[in-house]
């Protein structure tokens, strides 16, 4: 996201002496994507950034996969894999179950009230949607507060920790690259157009930085090994979180859900319209409260729809979802609805819509472009009868 930002104390020109008013120099350290080729920040740390005193395995919760198949659109029922008080013993990163998954995107979801470690994914972005709850994720950037609603976007490698206050439901989108908002949406400097859906008022990042101090810390990171994604353990001298100030173009930030301005017409737009961001492989669109299409003869819900080239994924996390009436997918389901299969509202859905004026629906959708399996999370919440809901009468 090209949107320069300077937070804390930063030198006046890059790449020169930094000192603390005691005199001890501070150490520079580049952030960047690309290969120097694209968006980067500076960050400057008390202390040097790249010092280790150990390193071990860290096993990651279960991220095998199997394959759609026989094929069929699926119902899971996100909210049963976490029961009771359950969501207690956890943290937003170490608790997450897997949902589905492919070579380009990971979907989990966790329940959780407990502090996590702190942690970077070396491997993409994340986009971890806060489908209820609030908290704080502590950065090396600085503070970043999120409530319900809230997309929270870390960019890779980002050094964080989740710090919910009460619980907290989340919906994790792990890329296997950069997260940005839709091209199409951005100059070719990189700023929010007009016909954009929502502008840079809307993106919240840190405001000042940590500068925390401490020994002996453990960082918990997610990485590229030679069979998938492995986990490493790392043990640093000292606090990574000892940054004095930082400026850039390249950070976390926070959007909600709620500043998304729906673009609506007189006939059904299609959902390239509802598009939020994007990353390789795969897009994320959000289906917010909107007035529906104006035409004398609209028919307000989707119509069947085959994804020649995509897998659908839609998580349903607030209102009342019309086109949905009559499957048992309610808030806290995802539906999976692969390529190769036509989808659309179920029966009855389509005539009830004629001469509806405003739905009033909450989902996050995403879109991949290569096939999706399901994971551990995803096999343990499923709806065994969703795929025949289309046969019922309505």
């Not at 001890?24 to 960050?43: I, K, N, P, R, T």
């Not at 502090?115 to 994720?137: F, H």
């Not at 409260?289 to 995509?310: E, F, I, M, Q, T």
């Amino acid at each position: 996201m090209a949107y320069y930002r300077q937070v804390g104390q930063v030198p006046p020109k890059r790449h020169t002496q930094h000192r603390a008013p005691e005199g001890a120099l501070y150490y520079e350290e580049l952030m960047g994507e690309e290969g120097f080729s694209s968006d980067s920040s500076l960050l400057y740390h008390r202390h040097i950034p790249s010092a280790i005193l150990d390193s071990a395995p860290w096993r990651l919760p279960d991220q095998t996969t199997a394959v759609n198949h026989p094929l069929k659109p699926r119902h899971l029922k996100l909210h049963e894999l976490f029961s009771g008080e359950e969501w207690k013993r956890h943290d937003i990163v170490t608790g997450r179950r897997l949902v589905l998954g492919n070579g380009d995107v990971r979907i989990s979801y966790v329940a959780a009230g407990e502090a996590s470690a702190l942690y970077r994914n070396a491997v993409g972005d994340e986009c971890v949607y806060v489908e209820e709850g609030e908290g704080v994720v502590e950065t090396v950037f600085g503070a970043l507060p999120f409530r319900q609603g809230d997309y929270v976007i870390l960019p890779r490698a980002t050094t964080h920790r989740w710090v919910p206050h009460g619980l907290v439901r989340a919906y994790a989108i792990e890329a296997n690259s950069h997260v940005t908002p839709a091209r199409r949406y951005l100059s070719r400097f990189g700023q929010l157009l007009e016909h954009s859906p929502f502008c840079e008022r809307d993106l919240h990042g840190p405001a000042e930085p940590l500068a925390t101090e401490g020994a002996d810390v453990e960082v918990l990171v997610k990485h590229r090994g030679r069979t998938g994604i492995v986990g490493t353990r790392f043990v640093c001298p000292r606090h990574p979180f000892d940054v004095v100030g930082w400026d850039g173009c390249l950070y976390p930030y926070t959007f909600n859900i709620a500043d998304f301005e729906p673009i609506t017409g007189r006939v059904h737009q299609p959902p390239p319209a509802h598009q939020v961001f994007e990353g390789e492989g795969f897009v994320i669109c959000n289906f917010v409260p909107r007035k529906v299409d104006y035409h004398p003869l609209a028919v307000p819900v989707p119509y069947y729809h085959s994804n020649v080239d995509s897998d659908e994924v839609m998580f349903y996390c607030g209102g009342d979802y019309a086109a949905r009436k009559g499957s048992g997918i309610g808030p806290g389901s995802v539906s999976l609805h692969p390529g190769g299969h036509a989808h659309g509202p179920q029966p009855g859905a389509y005539e009830r819509s004629i001469g509806a004026e405003f739905f009033d629906e909450l989902a996050v959708m995403v879109d991949t472009f290569r096939p999706l399996e399901v994971g551990e999370g995803g096999a343990a919440a499923e709806d065994p009868g969703y795929a025949w809901t289309w046969a019922r009468e309505g």
